[in-house]
């Protein structure tokens, strides 16, 4: 029986509309698994040793238990977003002779291999050598072992609810929120809790027969919960909210700009997708700081790449995909009474808007950091609005995955809005403007190379309309593909 | 006047449509049918610039839709529910297709008025997004959004398909009601052929991709019509 899904799975992906993508994706994904799968054990076996001696850490081993509560709530975090539900598509299987049961247990026993389970047992085993070549018992350790792989478990199986109950996600966000609020004003530390716990099962290792019953209790209360939800009017039903009806007509002033500036504007509150998209590019937003504070590491030119990056998240997360947010209806887009410059100016325009928004929010952001940064954010936020967002239109007339908007997966990963493909397309992108920022900053100053970014931008900005005819052939010859990829949604 | 010119689309080596010679006069009712496969959706999406054929012209009154955007100011349509946008309210998705159409609001409410029969009580007003209505009442939404702004031609690929016994009636009497002023001109498809005939003045049969019939509507023409599905 389990081979029968396990084809199915097969089956789904290798005749799915987009298996070229699909398989890229996959290689990537294998590509960082094993990545993983090499520096997780090294980690586990270094651990100990940059505790005590670069970190000065008395008693690694109690250092560990003292911070295994953030962990666990970090990882709960990291498996909401990252981890993928294994979904076989249950409503055809219903009618079939396959008892709910098993369609249940094949979901939740393929989840125990997933890569978020077994990178604990990556690094715990190394770890666990380690401790006991430093003195600790080996039979004290596999309890303890067996209960930190309980709590991930435990995890994991939170995370098939978690996916599904958004008030309880609110709720342990708040706790976490508020548990290291509690610590770092002295209030109440959790960690001394943490310790004297995860260390119980250190020194009386039968406890851990107690997480363990935690975990057979949760497993099945997980079954319950999914065997009683496989009714298309209960788990399989598709999510409705009431609706609300909003008007934008504040944006009336844009012309007809503005008539497809509320749509998108309704799209981004609407739908699932393209929020969790947006917020996706907020991140973006902080990504100078990773470069500042390396600088040492990897030169100035590095730090201007942080500062343009930063500008463009919704350039780069939204704008990528555009025209596919509008993949369900571009029949409609096409026969209406609009021509096809007008959309895809309106389209420039939002992605203006949101790269002008990030640039102010960026040199508001990193305003601390002394006017160069400003300099440096502005000047990336022009080159962006003036060239990027064309390149970006550009490249969408030749990307024709659609989107469905109605998915209410979560935030990352393949089928999902972070998409490894945008990335891989936007990087050249950045190229350009690192090389004028490099030339300026080699000959003059880091200001002059700000100038020479910023000068390009603008130059492209008023170049609109000439690019915009380049833009639009494209648009036009691509469009009958374009279509005939969307309808097969 | 729509013109179809020696009109081909080839899929490698199949043919699904070919259409030497087709002219539909201003406001004529249009019907076509044809079992599945016949070429209906294919023809009308030629018509519509969204599929491009492999030979021949379009002309939508004098415009040649291969070269020129201008028919979009005067044709409208609804094919499926690609002509949707499910995150819209459907007064929003009304008034986004006014507005494009050159409506203002209480114009389009002023429109959407005359079809509170048509659409009862089930469409305006609610609190739903057109992603989360019934099959039936998207195809009202989109039926109706067709009609908005006067258009000259406007073209409907299956409307009757999904809709309840009601519904169906009351959209047959919509149509016959806009074909009186003939100034619009209106092109139906449906697998039902008593709908089709009860609806339009001449009706074309493909199959293959070519036209075996080309009939003025008479009360012959319903028998006619069941006698060459038969077989």
Known sequence: ??????????????????????????????????????????????????????????????????????????????????????????????????????????????????????????????????????????????????????????????????????????????????????????????????????????????????????????????????????????????????AKSEDFSWLNRFGKTAIFLKNDLRLIKRSKRARSTVFAGIFFLFYGFIFYFQEDIWGDFMTFFGYLFATGGFLFMFGSFVPSWDSQYYSLMMCQNIEYKEYIKSKWSLVVIGTAISTLLACFIYSFLGLDAVFAVLAGGLYNMGINGYLTLWAGAFTKTPIDLDSSKNAFGDTKAFNMKTLLISLPQMALPIVLFSIGNYYYSSLIGCLIVGIVGVLGILLKEQVFNLIIKAYKTEKYSTLKAYNKN | MIILKNITKKYSKQTVLDITDLSIPVGQTFGLVGNNGAGKTTMFSCLLDLIKPSTGTVLNNDVEVLKSEKWKSFTSAFLDDTFLIGYLMPEEYFYFIGELRGLKQKEVDEFLNK?????????????????????????????????????????????????????????????????KNKETTILVSSHDIQDVTEVCERIVLLEKGKIIKDIETNPKTLKELEAYFKG
Do not use: C
Request: net charge positive; no cysteine.
């Open chain 1, 1 to 242: 029986m389990f081979f029968t899904f396990i084809k199915l799975n097969w089956k789904s992906f290798f005749r799915g509309r987009s298996v070229g993508s699909n398989i890229i994706t996959k290689i990537f994904k294998w590509f960082w698994l094993l990545y993983f799968a090499f520096i997780t054990p090294l980690l586990g076996i270094i651990t100990y040793k940059v505790l005590k001696e670069d970190l000065g850490v008395e008693d690694p081993f109690s250092y560990l238990n003292k911070n295994l509560i953030y962990v666990f709530a970090y990882w709960i975090v990291i498996r909401y977003f990252i981890q993928p539900i294994p979904v076989v598509s249950i409503k055809p299987l219903l009618l079939t002779p396959i008892s709910k049961s098993k369609i249940v247990r094949y979901s939740l026993g393929k989840s125990v291999f997933s890569f978020f389970n077994l990178i604990a047992f990556f690094y715990l085993i190394p770890l666990t050598f380690v401790l006991i070549d430093e003195g600790y018992q080996a039979y004290q350790l596999l309890g303890w072992n067996l209960t930190i792989i309980a709590f991930v478990y435990i995890t994991n199986y939170l995370n098939f609810i978690l996916n599904n109950n958004d008030k309880l996600l609110y709720s342990i966000g708040l706790t976490l929120g508020g548990i290291k609020i509690f610590e770092y004003y002295s209030i109440f530390d959790f960690t001394i809790y943490s310790e004297a716990f995860f260390y119980l099962f250190y020194s009386n290792p039968i406890f851990t027969v107690i997480p363990w019953a935690f975990l057979i209790w949760t497993y099945f209360y997980v079954f319950k919960y999914f065997k009683n939800g496989l009714y298309i009017d209960l788990g399989l039903k598709k999510k409705t909210k009431e």
């Open chain 2, 115 to 179: 079809f509170e029969d048509f659409f009862h009580g089930e469409i305006l007003g609610g609190k739903k997004y057109l992603r989360d209505l019934s099959k039936g009442n998207q195809k009202k939404v989109g039926v109706v959004a067709a009609l908005l702004g006067e258009p000259k031609v406007v073209i409907l690929d299956e409307p009757f398909a999904n809709l309840d016994p009601s519904t169906q009636i009351r959209l047959k009497q919509i149509l016959k009601d806009l074909s």
